[in-house]
Nanobody, 123 residues
């Protein structure tokens, strides 16, 4: 069955770094766009970074230059990472990994979602 599982969240001080990981299996996710979204309390879920089917990479303006997305298309599982540097308190959110057949910055275009991992940045 389809599994999308995130890991790597935690508590970090402002200016620090975290690396999030996502493992997606159960579909041919190597043929899917994969993205990270985040949702802060009381806010809508927003696009953070994405990798198209051909591994073109896209970033939200708020994280450009600080976050780096990468993917590894293994045989039956796609591994998606998000390296987050120079973290700010406003990066605090639940981070979600998601898959869509075509890349989009819009969450409703994504068919498969993980359960999320909490990132908290203290000031």
């Amino acid at each position: 069955q389809v599994q999308v599982v995130e890991s790597g969240g935690g508590l970090v001080q402002a200016g620090g770094s975290l690396r999030l990981s996502c493992a997606a299996s159960g579909r041919t996710f190597s043929s899917y766009a994969m993205s990270w979204f985040r949702q802060a309390p009381g806010e809508e879920r927003e696009f953070v970074a994405g990798s198209s089917r051909s591994d073109l990479r896209y970033y939200a303006d708020s994280v450009k230059g600080r976050f780096t997305i990468s993917r590894d298309n293994a045989k039956n599982t796609v591994y998606l990472q998000l390296q987050m540097n120079s973290l700010k308190p406003e990066d605090t959110a639940v981070y979600y990994c998601a898959a869509s057949y075509a890349f989009s910055r819009t969450q409703r275009e994504y068919d498969y979602w993980g359960q999320g991992t909490q990132v908290t940045v203290s000031s």
